[in-house]
């Protein structure tokens, strides 16, 4: 047990004031006082107190984390009516009892405007006031005359930019006044050595998940163990923390597991525990909470600590980039490091953009809605095209040059100044810039929002990635932040979810996947949809209608999603960005993104199938199959609001995400579970983003595309042919004369005016062809760089659902074929490569693999009622639900296959959390999935999974003596599969989720696995 005296010391953190020592250095002729003391340091933490209607900051320094509290800030927001209308409006308005003042000032309400105009300041009477207020103010408008400003902004972000703060920025506090040490925007910053203490939990699972109602058996807080009852393992964690006092508690699934059952087994025993420097002021969220597959399904809420910060080492920005990323996007966004681990960059894109009205004295709008400007046939045909490609040439190329613009659409934005208010403004109709293609102008008079925030963004990144290859012991510091800055925002769903459309006057339900790449089988971007394509949605007056899909989209994927939660076992896997309807009363729907999104919000569903399901048929629907049903029928009374009942980050294994653009208003379409959800086209594309206009994505990809054929004719100019392009990348093949590569790059980059770099020179790179139509696939490639690092793109070895023998596989025949230096030497190693395939077969044949290399990933799609087939996923759903851990379309299950063909569930599949170790998997089956990743690599070479499993069946030549040597490995940089992406590998529990082969019987095995 825990002893208290082994680890005392005196710290200044759970104070309410600072100590009176002084200072060094500088500081040392500086004697904190008692309430309006003077002290200098980093803000680490930053919320209103909405018991005593108060400020709080922490700031830390070398003595530790001190807590001020300011009592004079009062938040308030505005509203813009006809000025006529305003006294009447005041008057009313000043008799509420929420209401301390109302007053008449006056502001700029647009960006566009260069004037201010006169509107309502609302100054509340208590904190926890606003929105209430400004819900009846609205309705008084009738929802429509009245606009309401700066009602949603954060308080820690108001008060920021009313002092001109930062999180995570040196300061320096006196008589109550703040004074900033370090420009907001600085390229080099020191970072406080914050102390961080890792808090595990090793709980009981008799079921194999861990569950809220199981035994707390011990704990671990950095090394230090804990254990015994129940009771006395809490209050040892209690003790713990306040003796070693740290400033960043780590956690595993903390949100979503540690910290509500900590939570309810203190409420259970009776047990005070104070886990932050100020009281907590989290409660366990209604739901239940539980790890499964790996990682968690169901986050109950988010706990967030008070003067110590709570972040989870699965969060994006800590997975991604560690603390020096996460600060970054802090300093940047002005939001505190632990509201900002738990959003994403996007939230902190439009963060910034918000700060940035703010001090030009631009109000911000509470709702938004921009209607698309009208256009005629022929704009709707040229604006409706997305980024420009080249199909790719299938094979193996030697010699090929990559050329990729840095942040090609922010660079296009920043460029051409493309923006809300500077498209089509009203002060340059006749001498204004120009879209190609496009009937449209950009301001030449003003900057726009979006170019003044990206700026920095960019000219940051191009420093830190530079930085980041420089030896030092700064180097981790900047691939963090090089890292963070890097994402950009798509707005789309999961390949997975499930949509009732109308096609050609048929009726199915399919994944939003298999719809989209109908359209775009072998590239992204957004096209025209030409057929008879109809949702189901609903019209301004909520009555039921179809609508036709306009456009579809298809996008990269980010490495994570969000997973919507709804009441009903409804749920949702959307990109961060992504919009959704929130009712907030008579029929007025706000929209928001799903990561504004918070338990409770009421979101509409449809009480009533929407469509006659008379008869159901699973059918083959263009290479994808789908349930076709008989009529989709609109009827009335559909509306039900239903809460949001958490809002998780989780991984994402597939490469692309998708989306549809529908007709008329409302604009958005129904899923299959009845959910009415917002479309998303681009964060500067939707109607309803706060600095954003379709127009605007418009004319980005016009000058993209504009972009990439002006650089095909400069390379072909110089002597190169372009075998590949795509949007921002080409690859081009030198012709004999043809100029050196570097003075191809400084022509574009002097002709076109923006940054491209060489990405480098390939020894040979090999495309591949799309697995249904033969054609070269846009990003689906492998190649060996000059300096032997490799470029893998949409093979096994970068995907999530490989079992990791298979991948150790493709990684040894990469290695074999990396020792060739030409095209030539690449095909006379291809059998060597395929010996290494036709090895791994023979160690899965004699039982040579581990078993937990077998494990299978898989998304579930649907719920287990509705598989009529005993699938593999299904077999692995009637497992967890037997022992009572219900799965949600949406959520991953982890199982190895026993016998493919089995017709019971427990004989088919083990759940990857019930393995023993010494199960045996269905070899031959496993043998298909592997000849299948040889296929991915070798398809160019007449390799087909028929072909190379035929090969595998006699390998009588082969021993498992007879390893064929392994060459070169590939780089950490270039491969993730096999591994998950969080780093809270299993979940709470520092126990090994299934049985660990001892060291005796791992000999057995070859060292490679």
């Given at each position: 047990?825990?002893?208290?005296?082994?680890?005392?010391?005196?710290?200044?953190?759970?104070?309410?004031?600072?100590?009176?020592?002084?200072?060094?250095?500088?500081?040392?002729?500086?004697?904190?006082?008692?309430?309006?003391?003077?002290?200098?340091?980093?803000?680490?933490?930053?919320?209103?107190?909405?018991?005593?209607?108060?400020?709080?900051?922490?700031?830390?320094?070398?003595?530790?984390?001190?807590?001020?509290?300011?009592?004079?800030?009062?938040?308030?927001?505005?509203?813009?009516?006809?000025?006529?209308?305003?006294?009447?409006?005041?008057?009313?308005?000043?008799?509420?009892?929420?209401?301390?003042?109302?007053?008449?000032?006056?502001?700029?309400?647009?960006?566009?405007?260069?004037?201010?105009?006169?509107?309502?300041?609302?100054?509340?009477?208590?904190?926890?006031?606003?929105?209430?207020?400004?819900?009846?103010?609205?309705?008084?408008?009738?929802?429509?005359?009245?606009?309401?400003?700066?009602?949603?902004?954060?308080?820690?972000?108001?008060?920021?930019?009313?002092?001109?703060?930062?999180?995570?920025?040196?300061?320096?506090?006196?008589?109550?006044?703040?004074?900033?040490?370090?420009?907001?925007?600085?390229?080099?910053?020191?970072?406080?050595?914050?102390?961080?203490?890792?808090?595990?939990?090793?709980?009981?699972?008799?079921?194999?998940?861990?569950?809220?109602?199981?035994?707390?058996?011990?704990?671990?807080?950095?090394?230090?163990?804990?254990?015994?009852?129940?009771?006395?393992?809490?209050?040892?964690?209690?003790?713990?923390?306040?003796?070693?006092?740290?400033?960043?508690?780590?956690?595993?699934?903390?949100?979503?597991?540690?910290?509500?059952?900590?939570?309810?087994?203190?409420?259970?025993?009776?047990?005070?525990?104070?886990?932050?420097?100020?009281?907590?002021?989290?409660?366990?969220?209604?739901?239940?909470?539980?790890?499964?597959?790996?990682?968690?399904?169901?986050?109950?809420?988010?706990?967030?600590?008070?003067?110590?910060?709570?972040?989870?080492?699965?969060?994006?920005?800590?997975?991604?980039?560690?603390?020096?990323?996460?600060?970054?996007?802090?300093?940047?966004?002005?939001?505190?490091?632990?509201?900002?681990?738990?959003?994403?960059?996007?939230?902190?894109?439009?963060?910034?953009?918000?700060?940035?009205?703010?001090?030009?004295?631009?109000?911000?709008?509470?709702?938004?809605?921009?209607?698309?400007?009208?256009?005629?046939?022929?704009?709707?045909?040229?604006?409706?095209?997305?980024?420009?490609?080249?199909?790719?040439?299938?094979?193996?190329?030697?010699?090929?040059?990559?050329?990729?613009?840095?942040?090609?659409?922010?660079?296009?934005?920043?460029?051409?100044?493309?923006?809300?208010?500077?498209?089509?403004?009203?002060?340059?109709?006749?001498?204004?810039?120009?879209?190609?293609?496009?009937?449209?102008?950009?301001?030449?008079?003003?900057?726009?929002?979006?170019?003044?925030?990206?700026?920095?963004?960019?000219?940051?990144?191009?420093?830190?990635?530079?930085?980041?290859?420089?030896?030092?012991?700064?180097?981790?510091?900047?691939?963090?932040?090089?890292?963070?800055?890097?994402?950009?925002?798509?707005?789309?769903?999961?390949?997975?979810?499930?949509?009732?459309?109308?096609?050609?006057?048929?009726?199915?339900?399919?994944?939003?996947?298999?719809?989209?790449?109908?359209?775009?089988?072998?590239?992204?971007?957004?096209?025209?949809?030409?057929?008879?394509?109809?949702?189901?949605?609903?019209?301004?007056?909520?009555?039921?209608?179809?609508?036709?899909?306009?456009?579809?989209?298809?996008?990269?994927?980010?490495?994570?999603?969000?997973?919507?939660?709804?009441?009903?076992?409804?749920?949702?896997?959307?990109?961060?960005?992504?919009?959704?309807?929130?009712?907030?009363?008579?029929?007025?729907?706000?929209?928001?993104?799903?990561?504004?999104?918070?338990?409770?919000?009421?979101?509409?569903?449809?009480?009533?199938?929407?469509?006659?399901?008379?008869?159901?048929?699973?059918?083959?629907?263009?290479?994808?199959?789908?349930?076709?049903?008989?009529?989709?029928?609109?009827?009335?009374?559909?509306?039900?609001?239903?809460?949001?009942?958490?809002?998780?980050?989780?991984?994402?294994?597939?490469?692309?995400?998708?989306?549809?653009?529908?007709?008329?208003?409302?604009?958005?379409?129904?899923?299959a579970d009845g959910t009415f959800v917002g479309q998303s086209f681009g964060y500067q594309g939707y109607k309803n983003a706060r600095f954003g206009r379709i127009e605007c994505h418009e004319a980005i990809n016009a000058y993209a595309r504009d972009i990439l054929v002006?650089?095909?004719?400069?390379?072909?100019?110089?002597?190169?042919?372009?075998?590949?392009?795509?949007?921002?990348?080409?690859?081009?093949?030198?012709?004999?004369?043809?100029?050196?590569?570097?003075?191809?790059?400084?022509?574009?980059?002097?002709?076109?005016?923006?940054?491209?770099?060489?990405?480098?020179?390939?020894?040979?790179?090999?495309?591949?062809?799309?697995?249904?139509?033969?054609?070269?696939?846009?990003?689906?490639?492998?190649?060996?760089?000059?300096?032997?690092?490799?470029?893998?793109?949409?093979?096994?070895?970068?995907?999530?659902?490989?079992?990791?023998?298979?991948?150790?596989?493709?990684?040894?025949?990469?290695?074999?074929?990396?020792?060739?230096?030409?095209?030539?030497?690449?095909?006379?190693?291809?059998?060597?490569?395929?010996?290494?395939?036709?090895?791994?077969?023979?160690?899965?044949?004699?039982?040579?693999?581990?078993?937990?290399?077998?494990?299978?990933?898989?998304?579930?799609?649907?719920?287990?009622?509705?598989?009529?087939?005993?699938?593999?996923?299904?077999?692995?759903?009637?497992?967890?639900?037997?022992?009572?851990?219900?799965?949600?379309?949406?959520?991953?299950?982890?199982?190895?296959?026993?016998?493919?063909?089995?017709?019971?569930?427990?004989?088919?599949?083990?759940?990857?959390?019930?393995?023993?170790?010494?199960?045996?998997?269905?070899?031959?089956?496993?043998?298909?999935?592997?000849?299948?990743?040889?296929?991915?690599?070798?398809?160019?070479?007449?390799?087909?999974?028929?072909?190379?499993?035929?090969?595998?069946?006699?390998?009588?030549?082969?021993?498992?003596?007879?390893?064929?040597?392994?060459?070169?490995?590939?780089?950490?940089?270039?491969?993730?599969?096999?591994?998950?992406?969080?780093?809270?590998?299993?979940?709470?529990?520092?126990?090994?989720?299934?049985?660990?082969?001892?060291?005796?019987?791992?000999?057995?095995?070859?060292?490679?696995?």
């Amino acid at each position: 047990m825990f002893q208290m005296d082994a680890c005392k010391y005196l710290v200044c953190a759970l104070s309410p004031t600072p100590p009176p020592e002084t200072l060094k250095g500088p500081e040392a002729r500086l004697v904190p006082l008692r309430g309006e003391s003077r002290i200098h340091g980093w803000i680490i933490d930053a919320y209103g107190d909405y018991d005593r209607d108060s400020m709080v900051l922490w700031l830390w320094n070398e003595r530790g984390a001190h807590r001020i509290e300011d009592p004079r800030f009062l938040p308030t927001f505005f509203l813009h009516a006809a000025p006529a209308e305003l006294p009447e409006i005041r008057r009313r308005t000043e008799i509420l009892d929420g209401v301390r003042e109302v007053r008449e000032v006056p502001r700029r309400i647009a960006l566009e405007d260069d004037e201010a105009r006169p509107v309502l300041e609302i100054v509340p009477r208590h904190y926890r006031d606003i929105r209430e207020i400004a819900h009846i103010l609205d309705s008084n408008g009738g929802y429509v005359d009245h606009r309401l400003y700066n009602v949603d902004l954060r308080f820690s972000q108001r008060y920021a930019m009313d002092h001109g703060l930062f999180p995570m920025g040196l300061v320096r506090y006196g008589n109550g006044i703040w004074t900033p040490e370090e420009e907001h925007f600085a390229l080099e910053y020191p970072l406080p050595p914050l102390k961080r203490a890792l808090l595990d939990l090793h709980v009981d699972h008799p079921a194999g998940i861990p569950r809220m109602q199981d035994k707390l058996l011990g704990a671990r807080l950095e090394g230090i163990e804990l254990d015994g009852s129940e009771e006395t393992i809490l209050r040892g964690i209690d003790e713990a923390l306040r003796s070693a006092d740290p400033d960043i508690l780590m956690t595993d699934g903390g949100d979503a597991f540690v910290m509500p059952y900590l939570a309810r087994k203190a409420a259970e025993l009776g047990v005070t525990m104070k886990l932050g420097r100020d009281p907590d002021k989290f409660a366990e969220r209604k739901g239940k909470s539980y790890f499964t597959y790996g990682k968690i399904v169901f986050k109950p809420g988010q706990y967030i600590l008070r003067g110590r910060l709570h972040l989870d080492r699965g969060h994006f920005a800590m997975r991604e980039s560690d603390f020096a990323g996460l600060a970054e996007l802090s300093r940047l966004s002005t939001l505190t490091p632990q509201e900002q681990a738990r959003l994403t960059p996007g939230t902190a894109f439009t963060a910034m953009q918000t700060n940035l009205a703010y001090q030009d004295g631009c109000l911000v709008v509470w709702k938004k809605n921009r209607p698309e400007d009208f256009k005629d046939a022929e704009n709707l045909l040229r604006g409706d095209r997305g980024g420009f490609t080249f199909e790719p040439e299938v094979g193996v190329h030697e010699g090929l040059y990559e050329l990729d613009f840095s942040s090609l659409y922010p660079s296009i934005m920043v460029k051409y100044n493309i923006s809300a208010e500077t498209l089509d403004c009203a002060c340059c109709p006749t001498d204004g810039l120009a879209v190609p293609e496009l009937r449209y102008h950009l301001c030449t008079r003003r900057v726009g929002i979006v170019g003044r925030v990206l700026k920095p963004l960019i000219e940051r990144r191009r420093y830190y990635k530079k930085m980041k290859k420089e030896p030092g012991p700064l180097q981790d510091v900047y691939t963090g932040r090089d890292t963070i800055l890097k994402w950009t925002l798509v707005t789309c769903f999961s390949a997975d979810t499930l949509i009732p459309y109308r096609l050609n006057g048929k009726c199915y339900i399919d994944r939003i996947e298999d719809v989209v790449n109908r359209y775009l089988p072998n590239r992204t971007g957004t096209v025209s949809c030409k057929d008879e394509l109809r949702v189901l949605g609903f019209d301004n007056h909520l009555h039921p209608e179809e609508k036709r899909i306009a456009k579809v989209m298809k996008a990269e994927s980010p490495k994570e999603l969000l997973k919507v939660k709804i009441k009903g076992s409804r749920e949702l896997l959307v990109t961060p960005n992504h919009r959704f309807f929130v009712f907030t009363g008579a029929k007025e729907f706000e929209v928001r993104t799903a990561d504004e999104l918070r338990a409770g919000d009421l979101v509409p569903i449809s009480t009533r199938a929407l469509w006659e399901r008379t008869t159901s048929a699973t059918i083959n629907l263009d290479g994808g199959t789908a349930q076709e049903f008989e009529d989709m029928k609109p009827r009335k009374t559909l509306f039900e609001f239903l809460p949001i009942i958490s809002i998780e980050v989780t991984p994402y294994e597939n490469p692309y995400v998708y989306c549809f653009e529908v007709e008329n208003d409302l604009h958005g379409f129904v899923t299959a579970d009845g959910t009415f959800v917002g479309q998303s086209f681009g964060y500067q594309g939707y109607k309803n983003a706060r600095f954003g206009r379709i127009e605007c994505h418009e004319a980005i990809n016009a000058y993209a595309r504009d972009i990439l054929v002006r650089t095909m004719e400069i390379a072909e100019s110089h002597g190169y042919e372009v075998v590949h392009g795509i949007v921002d990348s080409v690859w081009l093949r030198p012709k004999p004369n043809a100029d050196a590569i570097e003075k191809v790059r400084e022509h574009i980059a002097g002709s076109i005016g923006l940054p491209i770099e060489l990405e480098g020179r390939y020894k040979w790179i090999v495309f591949l062809p799309c697995k249904t139509t033969g054609v070269g696939a846009l990003n689906r490639y492998y190649g060996l760089f000059q300096d032997d690092e490799f470029k893998l793109r949409g093979i096994e070895l970068r995907k999530h659902d490989t079992p990791e023998f298979i991948n150790i596989c493709q990684e040894a025949m990469l290695g074999e074929l990396s020792l060739a230096s030409t095209a030539a030497e690449f095909l006379e190693r291809i059998l060597k490569a395929v010996d290494i395939l036709r090895w791994t077969a023979k160690c899965v044949l004699d039982r040579a693999i581990p078993v937990h290399q077998f494990i299978l990933t898989k998304s579930v799609s649907r719920t287990l009622t509705e598989y009529v087939v005993l699938t593999a996923t299904a077999a692995a759903l009637k497992q967890l639900e037997k022992r009572g851990f219900p799965v949600e379309p949406g959520e991953s299950v982890r199982y190895v296959l026993m016998d493919a063909r089995a017709r019971d569930s427990e004989r088919k599949v083990r759940v990857a959390e019930f393995l023993e170790g010494d199960e045996t998997p269905d070899a031959w089956e496993y043998i298909k999935l592997l000849a299948r990743s040889g296929q991915t690599l070798l398809a160019p070479f007449g390799y087909t999974e028929d072909k190379l499993f035929a090969m595998c069946k006699d390998l009588s030549d082969l021993s498992l003596e007879s390893m064929p040597d392994r060459a070169i490995a590939i780089q950490e940089d270039y491969k993730s599969a096999g591994e998950s992406r969080s780093k809270a590998r299993g979940g709470v529990g520092y126990k090994k989720p299934w049985r660990v082969i001892d060291d005796a019987s791992a000999d057995e095995f070859p060292a490679d696995f």
